[in-house]
């Protein structure tokens, strides 16, 4: 259940490096309390990981739940509105200073990490 609160409407995050820092941190505060070991213990993450059974990180479930989204959102008709809030471009004048880290920036980096080809999104079974 908390991972369930924790991630709700994850599929739409664009994720920083500190937003990815902070929910791992919680992630594993979470698992050591389920181990019962503490800080002072100086046991490894990937240590309480392994005790745990807890290979996948929570970064990494959500990056899947982005990508199904990212694959669902791609076959849906041009007319339907998550559709076309996604291919709408706005006009205007940008903010001065390096743009955000967008959603699509993310999906792109996640597809490319997994090699996953952006013709996969179109099949669903694949």
Not at 13 to 30: C, N
Not at 74 to 102: A, H, I, L, Q, Y
């Amino acid at each position: 259940m908390v991972e369930s609160v924790l991630c709700y409407g994850s599929e739409i995050w664009a994720l920083r490096e500190e937003d990815i820092r902070r929910i791992l941190a919680v992630e594993v505060d979470y698992l050591r309390r389920s181990a019962r070991v503490s800080r002072l213990q100086r046991v490894r993450n990937e240590e309480i990981r392994n005790r745990i059974s807890a290979q996948e990180t929570v970064i990494q479930r959500i990056e899947k739940r982005g990508l199904r989204w990212f694959g669902h959102l791609m076959r849906m008709e041009d007319t339907r509105w998550p559709k076309r809030v996604f291919k709408w471009s706005p006009t205007g004048r940008n903010k001065r200073g390096r743009p955000r880290r967008s959603w699509n920036d993310g999906i792109r980096q996640a597809m490319r990490d997994r090699n996953i080809e952006e013709d996969l999104v179109y099949d669903r079974d694949g």
